[in-house]
């Protein structure tokens, strides 16, 4: 089975070692689009451009599964995609928002890029997935995932965006890494919730291809 993968840069490598790991024979292709680094900034239109010409490429290349490793590209573009391209199928990486209301903690941090933040999938998940008696807050982190595309100032990008919750970080129980970039620097941000779970979209994704790639072998 032919995947293809694709980010705003390495930051979707994470999901692609976390697909690998449990599906090692499948036949991989990624796209690592540092050209448009970071997607965070962009409008659902660019997006969807953007997005467009990558699956074109990558079902040049005879995929068959697209997997858009990229929170705010998934959170903007995939049910246009899915509309635009029938013949592929589209796994997206989302906001680990419904893994982290179901640990039980009380007091959630979502980490994420502005566009992912602002996002309707985003409302969606925080509305369908927030229990009573916890609180969930968003925080945009503009410049992040550049800097870590980068290498560039991660430790001073890390600090700015995260200023706004310093005072309080002891009290976080849970922080939801929603950029696939994220992971990356998991230790540097561990460091400010020294109390708190970190969770990323990574397993989930992998789990629902290998669901995904189970029944199409069963299809055929």
């Known amino acids: ?75 903007n573009c995939i049910e246009d995609l899915r509309k635009k391209y029938p013949e592929l199928r589209f796994v997206g990486v989302e906001p680990a928002i419904k893994l982290a209301t179901n640990t039980g903690a009380r007091k959630i941090l979502v980490m994420a890029t502005p566009g992912t933040i602002e996002s309707e999938r985003t409302v969606v998940l925080l509305n369908r997935n927030k229990k009573s008696g916890q609180e969930i807050e968003l925080l945009p982190c503009p410049g992040l995932a550049e800097a870590i595309e980068n290498s560039d100032d991660i430790q001073k990008t890390l600090e700015n965006v995260l200023k706004k919750v310093l005072a309080q970080a002891n009290k976080y129980d849970c922080v939801v890494l929603g950029c696939t970039h994220y992971p990356l620097i998991k230790d540097k941000i561990q460091r400010f919730f020294p109390n708190a779970l970190m969770l990323d979209g990574g397993d989930g994704t992998a789990m629902q291809v290998k669901r995904l790639v189970e029944n199409l072998w069963k299809n055929e």
Request: aromatic share 8%; proline share 3%; with cysteine.
């Open 1 to 75: 089975m032919k995947i293809g993968v694709f980010d705003s840069g390495k930051g979707g490598t994470t999901v692609l070692e976390a697909i690998k790991r449990i599906l090692p024979e499948e036949e991989y292709y990624y796209i690592a689009d540092s050209k448009n680094c970071p997607y965070g900034n962009k409008t659902k239109s660019e997006l969807l451009q953007i997005t467009s010409e990558i699956v074109d490429e990558l079902k040049g290349w005879g995929a068959e599964i697209v997997v858009i490793a990229c929170n705010t590209a998934t959170t």
